[in-house]
């Protein structure tokens, strides 16, 4: 086989080979079954003439969690193209079309795209895919080392996007497969959006580390995807705290995936009953547990707890990652590293930017951090309410009202609004007194607000935008 | 209240439907509203509501409406209109 000259990334590094590799890597539960390594190689050397590569511009990528969708997705990495990784279904796109001009679209066939005097329909070899070329005027092209554009929060409709470089993919890739040990063994059932930072870094680390990656579109609460990952003998799964929630009510064992060993907890800090229970449930099979923080601005893993520090550090954020420094200053958490992002992208003219962040994050969030540099989470900056010049973090309210799902300061004269789905007025009342007093906020700056559903995002985590645009 | 105006109302209260909203053609993820965290929030709906408790099967299972409406009638709950 032809070995490609390719982007140095840890996961494209199979196209180097010469040799046919037969070992499984994708799957997606259809009916041509696993795709090898050397299939995928062969498949990425036969898309490649569809996307030319010069001059170097931007791929807007909307892919589903199919075979095609990854293959897209690795298409457009080798092509050497800068890359924005989106949700199929993106609200708002035309808006980051005309803020990004990206010179390729790749999206699913179905979708209704209302750009057609901008772009022209060319033909992609990829079941359920379309391939969209701008026409017109060229961009000016994204800085070198720009590979991968990920918005800071997808289903909003914002345009703002981190800005990742080759190194920062490559430096994180190889640091999260330190971190877990990871083996080309581990098959991960992947159901998270290959848009989302935790989803697409297990595509990555699974074919980086020779591993394989069964995607699907199943949700953890219905019988498809277990029947899938019991059939295809899935040994890893990764999800945020929602997912965790899902798998304690229904019982890890009562799903019968007893190949399901490895599992991933990213995406937000648990309640630590849930994770005692987890870890329980886990340690009963002889598996292994991995907690890990991070924030797409790092590319994005910054921390791991390994499981046997688990007992001990329970509750805790773990390490940093290889190459990787953890500093608290004035309470918030401060990472320097190889995976730090070059910087925030708001459109085009911004992607020709280089590095204006040089490997230092501060993360917003607060932590604490051990003697033997075990980070420990306690809150997030952004998620204060000043009243009267004191502080009040919102997540420790959350954790006191427990019936309650968020709370927040408006703008200006703070007031805290608590969003709850219980509309008995008795309850709001009583949810208020027990506020006021275990904590000594006064009355008038509480409010209890009922509403018909808490808004999640597509990764599972709370979308706070969205109850503020409520307010 | 009816034992299904009860289901009905434990649908339309989780996933954020009008009052007078027809429920009984819903099917999982065929709205976007029942999504996997709705379906969580329903089965604790209908759990309580009923003071049932579903097993794992039963929940990986409750696709649609009409399935809601058989797992209630396997743990003895009428929904005849008298």
């Known amino acids: 086989?032809?070995?490609?000259?390719?982007?140095?990334?840890?996961?494209?590094?199979?196209?180097?080979?010469?040799?046919?590799?037969?070992?499984?890597?994708?799957?997606?539960?259809?009916?041509?079954?696993?795709?090898?390594f050397g299939e995928l190689h062969e498949k990425i050397v036969s898309l490649l003439p569809s996307l030319p590569a010069t001059p170097r511009g931007l791929v807007f990528c909307l892919l589903p969690r199919t075979v095609e969708g990854a293959l897209a997705y690795l298409t457009a990495a080798a092509s050497g193209y800068a890359l924005m990784m989106l949700d199929p279904g993106?609200?708002?796109?035309?808006?980051?079309?005309?803020?990004?001009?990206?010179?390729?679209?790749?999206?699913?066939?179905?979708?209704?795209?209302?750009?057609?005097?901008?772009?022209?329909?060319?033909?992609?070899?990829?079941?359920?895919?379309?391939?969209w070329q701008r026409t017109g005027t060229a961009s000016s092209s994204p800085h070198p080392d720009v590979f991968l554009l990920l918005l800071t929060s997808g289903s909003t409709g914002g345009r703002k996007a981190v800005r990742l470089s080759y190194a920062n993919l490559a430096h994180n890739t190889d640091a999260i497969i330190a971190s877990l040990d990871l083996t080309a063994r581990e098959r991960a059932l992947l159901h998270l959006p290959l848009a989302y930072s935790f989803g697409l870094s297990v595509l990555n680390m699974q074919l980086a580390a020779g591993g394989s990656v069964l995607l699907t579109d199943h949700s953890p609460v219905g019988r498809d995807m277990w029947d899938l990952a019991r059939a295809q003998e899935a040994t890893l799964f990764a999800g945020v705290p929602t997912h965790y929630e899902m798998l304690a009510r229904l019982g890890l064992d009562r799903l019968q995936v007893p190949m399901l060993k490895t599992f991933l907890q990213a995406g937000g800090k648990m309640p630590l009953s849930l994770t005692e229970d987890l870890l329980r449930q886990v340690q009963a099979r002889q598996g292994k547990l991995f907690v890990m923080y991070g924030q797409t601005e790092a590319g994005p893993r910054l921390t791991c707890l390994p499981l046997h520090k688990m007992p001990e550090k329970i509750g805790a954020a773990g390490y940093a990652l290889k190459d990787g420094k953890l500093a608290i200053e004035d309470g918030e958490i401060v990472y320097t590293g190889p995976n730090v992002m070059m910087g925030y992208a708001e459109g085009r003219a911004d992607l020709a930017l280089g590095d204006t962040q040089r490997g230092r994050l501060a993360t917003g969030d607060l932590g604490q951090l051990d003697s033997g540099g075990c980070l420990r989470i306690t809150g997030r900056?952004?998620?204060?309410?000043?009243?009267?010049?004191?502080?009040?973090?919102?997540?420790?309210?959350?954790?006191?009202?427990?019936?309650?799902?968020?709370?927040?300061?408006?703008?200006?004269?703070?007031?805290?609004?608590?969003?709850?789905?219980?509309?008995?007025?008795?309850?709001?009342?009583?949810?208020?007194?027990?506020?006021?007093?275990?904590?000594g906020i006064a009355s008038p700056w509480l409010e209890v607000r009922a509403i018909d559903a808490v808004p999640y995002q597509t990764t599972g985590k709370v979308d706070y935008r969205q109850m503020r645009e409520w307010l | 209240?009816?034992?299904?105006?009860?289901?009905?109302?434990?649908?339309?209260?989780?996933?954020?439907?009008?009052?007078?909203?027809?429920?009984?053609?819903?099917?999982?993820?065929d709205d976007p509203v029942w999504d996997s965290v709705a379906h969580m929030r329903l089965v604790a709906a209908i759990e309580s509501a009923f003071d049932i408790a579903f097993s794992t099967d039963q929940i990986l299972d409750m696709s649609s409406f009409a399935v809601a409406c058989t797992l209630l009638k396997s743990h003895g709950i009428s929904l005849e209109t008298l």
């Open chain 1, 1 to 36: 086989m032809t070995p490609l000259p390719v982007p140095p990334l840890p996961f494209l590094s199979f196209l180097n080979k010469r040799d046919h590799d037969a070992a499984p890597a994708l799957h997606d539960g259809g009916s041509s079954g696993w795709l090898s």
């Open chain 2, 1 to 29: 209240m009816s034992n299904l105006s009860r289901l009905e109302s434990c649908f339309r209260e989780t996933l954020g439907l009008p009052p007078d909203a027809p429920v009984a053609g819903l099917r999982y993820r």
């Open chain 1, 90 to 131: 993106t609200p708002r796109l035309d808006g980051l079309i005309e803020a990004y001009q990206p010179e390729w679209i790749i999206l699913p066939e179905k979708s209704d795209l209302s750009i057609s005097n901008l772009y022209r329909r060319v033909r992609l070899d990829l079941a359920g895919l379309a391939l």
């Open chain 1, 381 to 439: 900056k952004q998620r204060f309410a000043k009243l009267f010049g004191e502080r009040i973090a919102l997540d420790d309210l959350e954790q006191l009202a427990r019936v309650v799902v968020t709370a927040y300061a408006l703008e200006g004269a703070d007031k805290i609004v608590l969003m709850t789905t219980d509309k008995d007025a008795a309850t709001h009342r009583k949810l208020k007194d027990h506020l006021v007093k275990s904590t």
